[in-house]
């Protein structure tokens, strides 16, 4: 059975860190690109960060570019999405998403809330 569980969401004064982590299990964890996704009220799911499968290569959204790091422990079947310097408009609840690099599938996190304000 396949699971994404995402943890470290909550509420962080402006300014602020967390740190999110994902578990995963149930698929060779190593053989999927991991993407973290956020999506805020009314706001369409957006792309915050991505790492390939071997942790090689990272991409990221323009707005969390210098603030925040993805990483991968492919030992542990988790990444973690570092998120610093936080402001408001990062609120949102932040999805967890793996995709394989062979056949494109993906699988979803139930997600977590970040709340950042004073």
Same mark, same amino acid.
């Given at each position: 059975? &396949?699971?994404?569980?995402?943890?470290? !969401?909550?509420?962080?004064?402006?300014?602020? %860190?967390?740190?999110?982590?994902?578990?995963? +299990?149930?698929f060779?964890f190593?053989?999927?690109t991991?993407?973290?996704?956020r999506?805020?009220?009314?706001?369409?799911?957006?792309? &915050?960060?991505?790492?390939?499968s071997? !942790?090689?290569s990272?991409?990221y959204a323009? %707005?969390v570019?210098?603030?925040?790091?993805? +990483?991968?422990?492919?030992?542990?079947?988790?990444?973690?999405?570092?998120?610093?310097?936080?402001?408001?408009?990062?609120?949102?609840?932040y999805?967890?998403?793996?995709?394989?690099v062979?056949?494109l599938?993906?699988?979803?996190?139930?997600?977590?809330?970040?709340?950042v +304000?004073?």
């Amino acid at each position: 059975q &396949v699971q994404l569980v995402e943890s470290g !969401g909550g509420l962080v004064q402006p300014g602020g %860190s967390l740190r999110l982590s994902c578990a995963a +299990s149930g698929f060779t964890f190593s053989r999927y690109t991991m993407n973290w996704y956020r999506q805020a009220p009314g706001k369409e799911r957006e792309l &915050v960060a991505a790492i390939a499968s071997a !942790g090689s290569s990272t991409n990221y959204a323009d %707005s969390v570019k210098g603030r925040f790091t993805i +990483s991968r422990d492919n030992a542990k079947n988790t990444v973690y999405l570092q998120m610093n310097s936080l402001k408001p408009e990062d609120t949102a609840v932040y999805y967890c998403n793996a995709v394989s690099v062979t056949t494109l599938y993906g699988y979803w996190g139930q997600g977590t809330q970040v709340t950042v +304000s004073s």
